[in-house]
C-alpha cells in the first residue's frame, strides 16, 4: 500500500466516524421529536431554532454531571463496559461500502475502508462483541437489577444471532459471496436481494431490534421491571456512551441492512445517470441514497419504538426460538431447492 | 515472526492470568483475552475463515454463555471448600510428571521449521468449503450428528425433572 492511499483510507475513517457520531447524536433529536409527533406534543424546542442545538446541551450535561463509581462496584470493569460498547458499536463500520469508486484525475478513490472477503462475518464478529460492553458493565456495577439487565442482554442475543446467522445463510446461497462489496455490486440498478428474499430480510431486521436492544425488545434496560437495566448504577458520559452506543448500533444495522438487502448504493437507471451526469455525479448520487435508505430505516426503528409496546420475556424468548429459528431453517431449505432446480 | 512472538506471549501470559485470578468472572474475561490472541494467531496464518469464525463462535457466544452462567452463580469465596492435603501432594506429583514429560517430549524433537504453505490462499473460504464438502465430506457429517446429539442430550437432561415432577 502506497503512503497516499493510507492517507486516503485514513481520511475516509475520520470522515465514517464523523458522521457516526453526528448521526446517532441527532437521532437523539430525531427520536425525542418523532415520540413527540406520535403523542401529540412538540418535542424540544428550546435550544435553537427547533431545537436544533438540543443534542449539543444533551451532550454537555452529560459531560458536566458528576461521574459515580459506586463503592462496591469493580472500578475498572466499570469504565471498560461503556468504553467497550461503544468501541464495538464504532468498529462495525469499517466493511460497509457506501458508495462505488470515486475516480480524482487519475486517482481511485475506494469508498470502502477494508473490503475483506469475509465481510458479514466480521460484521457478526463485531454484534457478538457488543454484548460484552453490556455484560461487564452490568456486572461490575454490582446492583442486582443491574446484573438482571446483563443476564437478559445475554441470552436475548445469543438466541438473535442464531436466527440473524441463518437467515442470513439463504442471502449468501444467492449471492455466493461473503464480500459485502461484491454483494452491493450484485445488486445492480433494481436486483435488489430484499425482491429474491423478502423473508430473509424480515427475519434479518427482527433480529437486528433484537441485537441494538431497541423496543419491543429492550429488556436488558426495561425501567418498570428493572429500574434501568444494565445502566442503573451509571452516570454522566459513561451513560452517555451506553445510550450513544445504541443509535450508532442502529445506524450501522440500517447501514448493513441497506447493504445487504436494499441494494446498497445501487437505485434503478443508474447507468443512464451515469451516462448524462458523469462517472462521478451517479457515484455521489448512489451514496445519496444509500444514506436516505439508512435514514428511512432509522425512521422505522423509531416508528416501531413508539407504536408496539414492550415483549415480555419469555415471549421475547418464544419468539426466538420456536418461531423465527424454524422459519430461517425453512427459508434456506426452499431457497435451497428453487436454486438447484433454477440452476438445472 | 516478530509478531507472532509478541502475541505467542501474550496468550501464554493471559492464559496463565486464567488460572491464576481469584475471582471466576475475571478469569473468564482473560479467557476472552485469551481466545482473541488465537483470532490474531490465525490472521497471521491467512486462516481468514478460521479467525473470524473463532471469533464469532468461541468469543461471541461460548464464552458469553461462561460468563452468563458464572454470573448466575454468583461464586464467593466462602463458598470454595479448601482442598485436603492429600490431593494438594497428588496434584503436586502430577504435574510435576506432566512437566517432565513437556520437558523430555521438547527435548527430542528439534525446532520445527516454520509451515510455507504450497497455496497462500488455502484459509479461504471458498478452497476451505471445496476441501471440507469434496475430501472430508464423511467426517464432516459424522461431526455435525455428534454435536446433534450432544444437544438432543442437553435438551433431554433440562426437561427430565420437570416430566417427573408432573
Given at each position: 500500500?502506497e503512503?497516499a492511499?493510507i492517507?486516503?483510507?485514513f481520511?475516509?475513517v475520520?470522515?465514517i466516524?464523523?458522521?457516526?457520531?453526528?448521526?446517532?447524536?441527532?437521532?437523539?433529536?430525531?427520536?425525542?421529536?418523532?415520540?413527540a409527533?406520535?403523542?401529540?406534543?412538540?418535542?424540544?424546542?428550546?435550544?435553537?431554532?427547533?431545537?436544533?442545538?438540543?443534542?449539543?446541551?444533551?451532550g454537555?450535561?452529560?459531560?458536566?454531571?458528576?461521574e459515580?463509581?459506586?463503592t462496591?462496584?469493580?472500578?475498572?470493569?466499570?469504565?471498560?463496559?461503556?468504553s467497550l460498547?461503544?468501541?464495538t458499536?464504532?468498529?462495525?463500520?469499517?466493511?460497509?461500502?457506501?458508495?462505488?469508486?470515486?475516480?480524482?484525475?487519475?486517482?481511485?478513490?475506494?469508498?470502502?475502508?477494508?473490503?475483506i472477503?469475509v465481510?458479514?462475518?466480521?460484521v457478526?464478529?463485531?454484534?457478538?462483541?457488543?454484548?460484552?460492553?453490556?455484560?461487564?458493565?452490568?456486572?461490575?456495577?454490582?446492583?442486582?437489577?443491574?446484573?438482571?439487565?446483563?443476564?437478559?442482554?445475554?441470552?436475548?442475543?445469543?438466541?438473535?444471532?442464531?436466527?440473524?446467522?441463518?437467515?442470513i445463510?439463504a442471502?449468501?446461497?444467492i449471492?455466493?459471496?461473503?464480500s459485502?462489496?461484491?454483494?452491493?455490486?450484485?445488486?445492480?440498478?433494481?436486483?435488489?436481494n430484499v425482491?429474491s428474499q423478502?423473508v430473509?430480510?424480515?427475519?434479518?431486521?427482527?433480529c437486528?431490534?433484537?441485537?441494538?436492544?431497541?423496543?419491543?425488545f429492550?429488556?436488558?434496560?426495561?425501567?418498570?421491571?428493572?429500574?434501568?437495566?444494565?445502566?442503573?448504577?451509571?452516570?454522566?458520559?459513561?451513560?452517555?456512551?451506553?445510550?450513544?452506543?445504541?443509535?450508532?448500533?442502529?445506524?450501522?444495522?440500517?447501514a448493513?441492512?441497506?447493504?445487504l438487502?436494499?441494494?446498497a448504493?445501487?437505485y434503478?437507471?443508474?447507468?443512464?445517470?451515469?451516462?448524462?451526469?458523469?462517472?462521478?455525479?451517479?457515484?455521489?448520487?448512489?451514496?445519496?441514497?444509500?444514506?436516505?435508505?439508512?435514514?428511512?430505516?432509522?425512521f422505522?426503528?423509531m416508528?416501531?419504538?413508539?407504536?408496539?409496546?414492550r415483549?415480555?420475556?419469555?415471549?421475547?424468548?418464544?419468539?426466538?426460538?420456536?418461531?423465527?429459528?424454524?422459519?430461517?431453517?425453512?427459508?434456506?431449505?426452499?431457497?435451497?431447492?428453487v436454486?438447484?432446480?433454477?440452476?438445472? | 515472526?516478530n509478531?507472532?512472538?509478541?502475541i505467542?506471549?501474550?496468550?501464554i501470559?493471559?492464559?496463565?492470568?486464567?488460572?491464576?485470578?481469584k475471582?471466576?468472572?475475571?478469569?473468564i474475561l482473560?479467557?476472552i483475552?485469551?481466545?482473541f490472541?488465537?483470532?490474531?494467531?490465525?490472521?497471521?496464518?491467512?486462516?481468514?475463515?478460521?479467525?473470524?469464525v473463532?471469533?464469532?463462535?468461541?468469543?461471541?457466544?461460548?464464552?458469553?454463555l461462561?460468563?452468563?452462567?458464572?454470573?448466575?452463580?454468583?461464586?464467593?469465596?466462602?463458598?470454595?471448600?479448601?482442598?485436603?492435603?492429600?490431593?494438594?501432594?497428588?496434584a503436586?506429583?502430577?504435574?510435576?510428571?506432566?512437566?517432565i514429560?513437556?520437558?523430555?517430549?521438547?527435548?527430542?524433537?528439534?525446532?520445527?521449521?516454520?509451515?510455507?504453505?504450497?497455496?497462500?490462499?488455502l484459509?479461504l473460504?471458498?478452497n476451505?468449503?471445496k476441501?471440507?464438502?469434496?475430501?472430508?465430506?464423511?467426517?464432516?457429517?459424522?461431526?455435525?450428528?455428534?454435536?446433534?446429539?450432544?444437544?438432543?442430550?442437553?435438551?433431554?437432561l433440562?426437561t427430565?425433572?420437570?416430566?417427573?415432577?408432573?
Amino acid at each position: 500500500m502506497e503512503l497516499a492511499d493510507i492517507i486516503v483510507k485514513f481520511i475516509l475513517v475520520v470522515i465514517i466516524f464523523a458522521i457516526s457520531l453526528v448521526i446517532a447524536m441527532y437521532s437523539t433529536y430525531a427520536e425525542r421529536k418523532i415520540a413527540a409527533f406520535f403523542q401529540d406534543r412538540i418535542g424540544p424546542n428550546r435550544a435553537g431554532p427547533w431545537g436544533l442545538l438540543q443534542p449539543l446541551a444533551d451532550g454537555g450535561k452529560m459531560f458536566l454531571k458528576e461521574e459515580i463509581i459506586p463503592t462496591n462496584a469493580s472500578s475498572f470493569l466499570f469504565i471498560v463496559g461503556p468504553s467497550l460498547a461503544i468501541m464495538t458499536a464504532c468498529i462495525g463500520s469499517a466493511v460497509i461500502p457506501w458508495g462505488q469508486k470515486l475516480t480524482i484525475g487519475s486517482h481511485v478513490i475506494d469508498l470502502q475502508v477494508a473490503d475483506i472477503n469475509v465481510g458479514i462475518l466480521y460484521v457478526f464478529g463485531v454484534v457478538s462483541l457488543g454484548v460484552y460492553g453490556v455484560m461487564i458493565g452490568g456486572w461490575a456495577s454490582n446492583n442486582k437489577y443491574s446484573l438482571l439487565g446483563a443476564v437478559r442482554a445475554a441470552s436475548q442475543n445469543i438466541s438473535y444471532e442464531i436466527s440473524m446467522g441463518l437467515s442470513i445463510i439463504a442471502l449468501l446461497l444467492i449471492t455466493g459471496t461473503l464480500s459485502l462489496r461484491q454483494i452491493a455490486e450484485q445488486q445492480h440498478s433494481w436486483h435488489w436481494n430484499v425482491l429474491s428474499q423478502p423473508v430473509g430480510f424480515i427475519l434479518f431486521l427482527i433480529c437486528a431490534f433484537a441485537e441494538t436492544n431497541r423496543t419491543p425488545f429492550d429488556l436488558p434496560e426495561c425501567e418498570t421491571e428493572l429500574v434501568g437495566g444494565y445502566h442503573t448504577e451509571y452516570s454522566s458520559m459513561k451513560l452517555g456512551f451506553y445510550l450513544f452506543a445504541e443509535y450508532i448500533n442502529m445506524f450501522i444495522s440500517s447501514a448493513v441492512m441497506v447493504t445487504l438487502y436494499w441494494g446498497a448504493y445501487n437505485y434503478p437507471f443508474m447507468d443512464w445517470m451515469a451516462a448524462h451526469i458523469g462517472t462521478n455525479g451517479a457515484v455521489i448520487l448512489g451514496v445519496v441514497l444509500m444514506f436516505a435508505k439508512i435514514f428511512l430505516f432509522i425512521f422505522f426503528f423509531m416508528w416501531v419504538r413508539w407504536t408496539i409496546p414492550r415483549f415480555r420475556y419469555d415471549q421475547l424468548m418464544d419468539l426466538g426460538w420456536k418461531i423465527l429459528i424454524p422459519i430461517a431453517i425453512a427459508n434456506i431449505v426452499v431457497t435451497g431447492i428453487v436454486i438447484t432446480l433454477i440452476n438445472r | 515472526m516478530n509478531t507472532f512472538y509478541f502475541i505467542a506471549f501474550l496468550s501464554i501470559f493471559f492464559s496463565i492470568l486464567v488460572i491464576t485470578a481469584k475471582n471466576p468472572v475475571h478469569s473468564i474475561l482473560y479467557l476472552i483475552l485469551t481466545f482473541f490472541t488465537f483470532t490474531i494467531h490465525y490472521i497471521l496464518l491467512n486462516a481468514q475463515f478460521l479467525a473470524i469464525v473463532n471469533f464469532i463462535v468461541y468469543m461471541g457466544a461460548i464464552l458469553v454463555l461462561f460468563l452468563y452462567t458464572l454470573m448466575l452463580m454468583n461464586l464467593n469465596k466462602g463458598s470454595e471448600q479448601p482442598k485436603s492435603n492429600l490431593i494438594k501432594f497428588a496434584a503436586v506429583i502430577g504435574g510435576g510428571c506432566f512437566l517432565i514429560t513437556i520437558v523430555a517430549a521438547l527435548k527430542a524433537f528439534g525446532a520445527s521449521n516454520p509451515v510455507i504453505l504450497k497455496d497462500p490462499s488455502l484459509g479461504l473460504v471458498k478452497n476451505l468449503g471445496k476441501v471440507l464438502f469434496n475430501e472430508y465430506l464423511l467426517p464432516f457429517e459424522i461431526s455435525s450428528v455428534l454435536l446433534l446429539s450432544a444437544m438432543v442430550g442437553a435438551v433431554l437432561l433440562a426437561t427430565k425433572d420437570t416430566k417427573t415432577a408432573a
